[in-house]
């Protein structure tokens, strides 16, 4: 059996990933953040106020994660937490006018990054490759949407 890592899409996706990371976390350590911050701000600009528990699905992370986020983000008035009008128990974040401002800036870095990756391909070639990352991306959200529905049928 010839096991090849090269002949695998993951471990090339993994590769480019790991490029990317590091790449996108050197820019924004000039900007005193971390990716998760740049995200939770690109987030907030694009869909605004935010529930926290809702700023932590879009971000695919848990509770204890998301508190640190929004703490360290706090203490650098990146973001403003407040409490819900018709739910007291619920925290919105809100984005502050530094923090609007810094997003902006690390969208332009995005788009950089953006362009610097995709150096080479046509818009034809850039289409299909997000087209079929889409499609990776909903083939392994279904395997692990029905692995979860497994695993809490297991438990009742």
């Known amino acids: 059996m010839n096991r090849e ?24 350590s000039d900007y005193d953040v971390t990716r998760a ?7 907030l600009s694009r869909f605004g106020d935010l529930t926290q ?12 994660t998301m508190n640190g986020i929004v703490e360290s983000m706090l203490k650098k008035d990146l973001i403003i937490r407040s409490l819900s009008q018709t ?22 870095e995005i788009i950089n990054l953006e362009k ?17 990352l889409k499609r990776m991306k909903t083939n392994l ?6 692995k979860s529905k497994e695993k809490e049928g297991e438990t009742e």
């Open 37 to 43: 911050q740049a995200k939770a701000l690109y987030l």
């Open 53 to 64: 528990s809702e700023l932590q699905k879009r971000l695919y992370i848990k509770a204890s």
């Open 5 to 28: 890592m090269d002949e695998f899409v993951a471990y090339h996706m993994g590769l480019v990933t790991h490029f990317i990371h590091n790449t996108h976390s050197h820019k924004l």
């Open 141 to 146: 959200e279904e395997k692990s949407l029905k």
């Open 116 to 132: 610097d990756l995709m150096e080479g391909f046509s818009k034809e070639e850039q289409s299909l490759i997000i087209s079929w």
């Open 87 to 108: 739910d007291r128990r619920t925290k919105v974040i809100s984005l502050t006018a530094s923090g609007a401002e810094l997003e902006e800036k690390l969208w332009l």
